[in-house]
């Protein structure tokens, strides 16, 4: 049974940073792309970055590119999100998410049905 597990959401300032984590289990992770999405009260849950199983390929949202990096330490089975410049429109629940096998698609990769196990959230505060 896969599990994923984020972590370090909390209340920041506008122009601050966080970085989330998410760590998996029940299974190795490296053979899995992995994505990060949010969801603000009131919408529905949005892609925010993508990230292949060895890491060398990353996708990002048009809103959160140059302010926000994905990154993976397969040997910690954990995928980070290292947010900076946080605005108040970036408060939301982040989800991280793993698709369930090992091909896939850069475009599946920004839709939430691609994946199949999803943790159960962080919430991200920005004041303004």
């Known amino acids: 049974q896969v599990q994923l597990v984020e972590s370090g959401g909390g209340l920041v300032q506008t122009g601050g940073s966080l970085r989330l984590s998410c760590a998996a289990s029940?299974?190795?992770?490296?053979?899995?792309?992995m994505g990060w999405f949010r969801q603000a009260q009131g919408k529905e849950r949005e892609f925010v970055a993508a990230i292949s199983a060895g890491g060398s390929l990353t996708y990002y949202e048009d809103s959160v590119k140059g302010r926000f990096t994905i990154s993976r330490d397969n040997a910690a089975n954990t995928v980070y999100l290292q947010m900076t410049s946080l605005q108040p429109e970036d408060t939301a629940v982040y989800y991280c998410a793993q698709r369930a096998r090992t091909t896939w698609t850069a475009a599946g990769l920004y839709r939430a049905g691609t994946y199949d196990y999803w943790g159960q959230g962080t919430q991200v505060t920005v004041s303004s």
């Open positions: 029940g299974r190795t992770c490296s053979r899995y792309a």
